[in-house]
């Protein structure tokens, strides 16, 4: 579930770049990375998300780059025109009260250093931070999120190709050690019933033979792993039919892996073998990949 999308939208003031990033996760947990997006959108945002990506950390980045037009301040005309005409008249007031001596040096002070003093008083220059997502490039700015899931829904389906592969590889892996377990079978039976009649001898404990053989049967039937390996076949050939078939395997191959999982421990607790021993440690190994690289998988 891990994957990568991006995509560009080019409004009047600037660039925005969309970016939405993946990480495995048993649902869809979706987090808006960013301010620029505005709050009446965000609700139909995430569920969009959650609808195409389904499940796993899902985190979606707004990142603006606006050009020279976009970085300007916009000024207020009307309030500092009306500060302009205040500035003045306070100069004329001024030259009146120094004398007409001095009202051109005054006028020629004022009219130098007026733009300046203008543009600092207050709210002349709009600060103030200005919407960058409208209702009107919102169009622009949605198709641009359309484009950014399908370009990481094309990486997951990449991924995922490999991952099939790779997983599916580990399953025959498993089935092949499976089979090899077989040729250990009567070696491991006859190992055990030398090992139970030594018993008797060493203690010269004499017995009805009949009824001893009736009970190492019953003993080596708790020890039999045929069943097992049976049902570990099944639930290999079962994993990889949801593999190939099902849309969305994930969870199910979670679920079958952990059976699949149970049967290679119940064979390692019964087999009293080491051959047989070392063969379970290597299906295990193989399964705690397959159930790494199901995390990953929708």
């Known amino acids: 579930m891990t994957g990568y999308?991006?995509?560009?939208?080019?409004?009047?003031?600037?660039?925005?770049?969309?970016?939405?990033?993946?990480?495995?996760?048993k649902n869809a947990d979706v987090n808006v990375k960013s301010p620029l997006l505005p709050r009446d959108r965000e609700l139909a945002v995430r569920r969009k998300l959650a609808d195409s990506l389904k499940r796993g950390t899902i985190d979606l980045y707004v990142i603006w780059e606006p050009n020279e037009a976009g970085s300007a301040k916009a000024i207020n005309v009307e309030l500092a025109m009306e500060y302009y005409r205040?500035?003045?008249?306070?100069?004329?007031?001024?030259?009146?009260?120094?004398?007409?001596?001095?009202?051109?040096d005054g006028q020629a002070a004022v009219d130098g250093s007026l733009m300046d003093t203008v543009l600092r008083m207050p709210d002349v220059v709009d600060t103030r931070k200005q919407?960058?997502?409208?209702?009107?490039?919102?169009?622009?700015?949605?198709?641009?999120?359309?484009?950014?899931?399908?370009?990481?829904?094309?990486?997951?389906?990449?991924?995922?190709?490999?991952?099939?592969?790779?997983?599916s590889e580990k399953v025959s892996r498993i089935l092949a050690i499976s089979h090899e377990i077989e040729k250990y079978e009567t070696e491991r039976t006859e190992a055990i019933r030398e090992r139970i009649l030594s018993k008797f001898e060493e203690l010269k404990i004499q017995?009805?033979?009949?009824?001893?053989?009736?009970?190492?049967i019953f003993y080596l039937e708790k020890l039999d792993i045929n069943e097992e390996r049976v049902r570990l076949r099944q639930h290999c050939s079962y994993f990889i039919e949801t593999l190939e078939h099902d849309?969305?395997?994930?969870?199910?191959?979670?679920?079958?892996a952990?059976?699949?999982?149970?049967?290679?421990?119940?064979?390692?607790?019964?087999?009293n073998h080491t051959e047989i021993q070392k063969l379970v440690t290597s299906m295990k190994d193989e399964l705690e990949k397959i159930k790494e690289q199901s995390l990953n998988i929708l």
């Open 5 to 25: 999308g991006k995509a560009e939208a080019i409004l009047e003031n600037g660039k925005l770049t969309i970016e939405i990033r993946t990480l495995n996760g």
């Open 86 to 104: 205040q500035i003045e008249r306070l100069a004329g007031a001024i030259a009146a009260e120094r004398g007409n001596a001095h009202q051109m």
């Open 207 to 216: 017995c009805d033979p009949q009824r001893l053989e009736q009970e190492m």
């Open 131 to 167: 919407d960058i997502i409208t209702d009107e490039n919102w169009p622009i700015v949605e198709s641009a999120i359309d484009r950014a899931l399908d370009d990481i829904n094309s990486f997951r389906e990449r991924e995922g190709k490999v991952l099939v592969a790779d997983v």
């Open 258 to 271: 952990q059976e699949m999982g149970r049967e290679i421990n119940t064979t390692g607790s019964k087999a």
């Open 247 to 256: 849309p969305l395997p994930g969870r199910k191959l979670g679920f079958i």
